[in-house]
């Protein structure tokens, strides 16, 4: 049976600097570099969980021309040239002046289940974690056990920012849209997608778990992010 306390010691440990991370986000907003700038002036706003590594596996093929994501190093730098250039206009989201927004949404609840397959897969290598792991992990666990927890309205904000917002179910739809001022590289494979062995759905968890992440993301519910 997993004991939860190895992964808050893991965790408090700071071995992955996740914790560090995790601090850092809530302490300053702008040291949360989550928005990739596209040439056609599209700012997509990133959400652990939410399609991440896929949209920035697309950022690095259509402007690296390489297989290559866009870290947060490489985000924070290009933001820093957009600032200097007096493109980006005021507020915690780094949105450039004018451009086109887009967002993608995921229900709470299919999000809380990946962040927790995730978090057990590369801090303990558990790839294919039983029912009990999870739930023994989503039933003591909260936004300060790893960022991957905080809302989506912590990264994300509220609707009327955006232009745009896709469900992660219709992600296919957003990166059409993307590539579409990019003809001539054709059409993107993503190398990148961070897929769990775990089978686990939503279904599987107890109706108490369920109901207690309900709660939790009720400010998620509550700004239409399902």
């Not at 408090?12 to 600097?17: A, E, Q, S, V, W």
């Not at 887009?102 to 294919?128: C, F, M």
């Not at 974690?129 to 905080?150: G, R, Y």
């Not at 990166?175 to 961070?194: A, H, M, R, S, T």
Request: hydrophobic share 35%; net charge neutral.
């Amino acid at each position: 049976m997993l004991i939860l306390s190895n992964i808050i010691d893991l965790l408090n440990k700071d071995n992955t600097g996740e914790k560090q991370k995790a601090l850092e986000v809530f302490s300053d907003p702008f040291k949360r570099y989550r928005t990739l700038y596209f040439d056609n002036n599209i700012d997509l706003r990133l959400c652990p969980k939410n399609g991440n590594q896929t949209l920035q596996y697309i950022w690095g093929q259509l402007h690296l021309n390489k297989d290559s994501r866009c870290n947060t190093a490489l985000r924070k730098e290009l933001y820093e040239e957009l600032l200097q250039q007096n493109k980006i206009e005021e507020g915690e989201f780094l949105f450039r002046k004018g451009s086109y927004r887009v967002a993608v949404k995921r229900d709470p609840v299919e999000r809380v289940l990946s962040s927790a397959k995730y978090i057990l897969r590369t801090r303990l290598n558990i790839k294919n974690p039983s029912v009990d792991m999870i739930e023994e992990l989503l039933n003591d666990a909260d936004f300060e056990t790893d960022f991957h927890f905080l809302p989506q309205t912590f990264w994300m904000g509220t609707q009327n920012l955006y232009n745009e917002i896709y469900s992660i179910r219709k992600l296919d739809n957003l990166v059409d849209f993307i590539e579409k001022d990019y003809p001539w590289l054709g059409k993107i494979k993503d190398k990148n997608k961070n897929i769990s062995e775990s089978k686990i759905k939503v279904k599987d968890l107890s109706n108490s778990t369920i109901r207690r992440w309900i709660n939790i993301y009720m400010i998620d519910y509550d700004n239409g992010w399902y």
